[in-house]
């Protein structure tokens, strides 16, 4: 059987607080190895958990010029897919240094993989155009 919906916003919830507290190394460690990030710009493959680490880590100075101090999953869609296998249509919100929601979104469609362990991992994330709902 496949991941709960509780257990995947529990994995969202997870990786928000790894993002907003810009924490490559945890980050990573979230990431199934290999994956691959689908935008409109092109496809990259992600062959190694360093590579996780050091776009985050290099990603947190948008943030922070964004005036943010984390994000937090606010729409979750989730579908199984598998056994192993499910999707999750993910709003991020962006939140001040108050704690407060701003108006900075992005959106992400995210391809989980729950391993044998009942841990899981993203295994594919489509960044999605900034004008969903």
């Known amino acids: 059987m496949g991941a709960s919906a509780e257990r995947v916003e529990q994995f969202l919830l997870e990786y928000g607080e790894a993002l907003s507290a810009v ?3 945890r980050i990573a460690t ?8 689908l935008s409109d710009q092109g496809s ?3 062959t190694d958990a360093a590579q996780v680490d050091r776009f985050f880590t290099a990603a947190a100075g948008q943030y922070l010029e964004a005036g943010l101090s984390g994000v937090r999953a606010e729409h979750v869609a989730i579908e199984q897919i598998s056994d192993q296998l499910c999707s999750a249509d ?5 939140i001040d240094t108050e ?3 701003t108006r900075y979104k992005e959106f992400s469609l995210y391809l989980l993989r729950q391993r044998e362990d009942g841990s899981i991992r993203i295994q594919v994330a489509v960044m999605r155009p900034n004008d969903g709902p």
Request: glycine share 14%; proline share 9%; charged share 20%.
């Open 23 to 25: 924490d490559g190394a």
């Open 30 to 37: 979230m990431w199934e190895i290999p994956s691959l990030v």
């Open 44 to 46: 990259v493959p992600v």
């Open 90 to 94: 993910v709003r991020w919100i962006g």
């Open 99 to 101: 704690g407060r929601a």
